[in-house]
Nanobody, 124 residues
Framework: QLQLRESGGGLVQAGDSLRLSCVAS????????MGWFRQAPGKEREFVSV???????YYADSVKGRFDISRDDAKSAVYLQMNDLKPDDAAVYYC??????????????????WGRGTQVTVSF
């Protein structure tokens, strides 16, 4: 099982950009689909984006066109570039992984490994 550690969260203003990083350890990630979920206070954890082992991507409708997911297998890392951030994007962002996973709208049941999360706060 992978161990995942996120970084890059912080406080930004609406319209700003932020880049989240996730570094995996325990085994190479080249056979894993990697992704991101988020959870805002009082709301259920929700899918954000995924990138398969082959590089195909999928995004939640709420972030499509604003967020960009990428991966660097040599660094065992996955990134989430978030542009034009909105107050509704404020949440704890979790890095996730699934062995041999595909690029589609994941549910929590699809996830094999979770990171501990990084906080993103967006002010008006």
């Amino acid at each position: 099982q992978l161990q995942l550690r996120e970084s890059g969260g912080g406080l930004v203003q609406a319209g700003d950009s932020l880049r989240l990083s996730c570094v995996a350890s325990g085994r190479p990630i080249n056979a894993y689909a990697m992704g991101w979920f988020r959870q805002a206070p009082g709301k259920e954890r929700e899918f954000v984006s995924v990138i398969s082992w082959s590089g195909s991507t999928y995004y939640a409708d709420s972030v499509k066109g604003r967020f960009d997911i990428s991966r660097d297998d040599a660094k065992s890392a996955v990134y989430l570039q978030m542009n034009d951030l909105k107050p509704d994007d404020a949440a704890v962002y979790y890095c996730v992984a699934r062995h041999a996973g595909g690029s589609y709208h994941w549910t929590q049941a699809d996830v094999n490994s979770w990171g501990r999360g990084t906080q993103v706060t967006v002010s008006f």
